[in-house]
Structure formats: C-alpha cells, structure tokens
C-alpha cells in the first residue's frame, strides 16, 4: 500500500525534523523600529494582570521585510512596554504576517498574537516608508528619511510576554488555566540608521492602535537584524481575570464560538 500522508511519522522522521529546525542559519531581516511615549492610562488598560506598567508608557512598532528564499516574508509588532514579576519587556497587541507558515507556529506554540495582514518597507535613496495593513485598512505608517548611520549596539536579550490559552468547547471561558510566557529574543545588528520623521496612526476597528497615541516620538531606526528565540511557561494565570481581554487576539470576538449546530455531521 502507498503511504498514507496522514498517518503517523516515525520517531526517527520526527527527530529529523527537530535537528533541522534547531539547526537553521541566521536569518536577516530589514526593518523599521519606532519607539514612542503614550498616554499612560491607555498603555496600562491594555495590559491582562499579571503584567503591569513599567515606568515610561512606550509603544513599539517592528515592520521588517525577509529575504528568505523563495520564501519572503513580512512581519509586524505592534507592542506596549509591559513587567511581570521583575522582568521588563513587551507585551505585543497584534503581530501581522504575510504568510500563515510564520502565523501558525508561533500562535500555537509560544501565543503569540499573529494575524495574517499586509506589511510594506521601501527604501528609496534616503526616503523610508513602512506599513502594516489589514483589512485593506494601512493601521501604521513610518515614514521619514535616513539622517545617519547610529553604532551598531553589542548582542542584546529582549523579553515579549505572552498569554497562550485555548477558548473552551462550549464557549464558557478556557479549557484550561491560560499561562504566561515569557519569550527571550536574543537580538543582533550589524546596521543601523536613524531615520527622521514621523507615526502615523490610522483608525481600524480591527486594529485600533490609534488608541495609543503618540504624545513624544523618541526614535526612528531603520536597521539590519537576526534573532533567536526561548520560550518557558512562568505562571498559569486566573482566567477570569484574563477573560475580559481575550477580544484581543480575535477580530470579531464571537468567532471562537462558531460551529456546526448541534447534531450535525
């Protein structure tokens, strides 16, 4: 009989593909990173407990293009300055991707809150432009031009929290107690350059960022990087705290509740 593609691997196909994956190059990405202070009782309304504000209310914005082959790819963050339990970090709202290859793993395995959209970078001489889309709905825009090269910064680790859970069966909050994870990047640059000019913020009700205003711009960097990823597990969280925030991995909450009617096949 021929194989049949939906039956079960074997354990040696399935520590192949482990070694592959823990064996991949650097990957290089080109992309814009703003940095800005918000209204601080907005950054403090998004963040689920246990999370809370640190010190300055910033908001972040990555939208990075990959080169891979045969295989480019977009990606956006668009996050709040967040700390847990003594460790700051970022606590992203939406992360939209180009391809539901780059969607799938990380909202399955670390929660992360991707979403398939549109990501634009474009340079063109000196002029700077990056966008993530939705919805035909461009929620982000830089732009600006490159006004000099910055130093390249020593390798640093960045920390993004994350809420991993799955709604229930019968649509009464979670299956499970949901757990916050605390996902390590280990980021390395090898350019740089610091980019004036603006944030523009644009009205989505998929999306609304606009929500988290931009009160003081501190940087525009447009830049050359690579990074790795660490995930654990640090706490199982109430889910009825986390419950009044769970819209926001969802465009239309009610979805999580779609099904067939009862009885059918």
Known sequence: MARVRYGARTGAEIAAARTASS????????????????????????????????????????????????????????????????VEGWYPLVMPMTHERALVGGREVFGEPKKLGEVTVEREGLVVRAALARHGIEFVEVRGAVSGPLPVPEPVPKTDFYFKFLPAVDGSGFDADPVLVHCVRNE????????????????????????????????????????????????????????????QRYDDPRQILDGPPEGSA
């Open 188 to 247: 390395k640059v090898r350019r740089l350059e610091r980019i004036t000019g603006d944030v523009v913020l644009r009205e989505s009700m998929y999306d609304p960022v606009a929500d988290l205003p931009v009160r003081t711009l501190v940087e525009i960097t447009l830049g050359e990087k690579t990074t790795d990823q660490r995930g654990r597990v640090v706490e199982r969280v109430d889910a009825q705290a986390l419950l009044p925030y769970i819209h």
């Open 23 to 86: 064996r991949l190059p650097d990957i290089w990405s080109t992309g814009v990173v703003a940095l800005w202070e918000s209204d601080p009782d907005a950054v403090a309304a998004v963040l689920p407990p246990p999370l809370k504000p640190t010190g300055r209310p910033l908001v972040r914005v990555n939208i990075s293009k990959v080169d891979l082959a045969g295989y480019p790819l977009g990606a956006g963050s668009f996050a709040v300055a967040a700390a847990h339990d003594g």
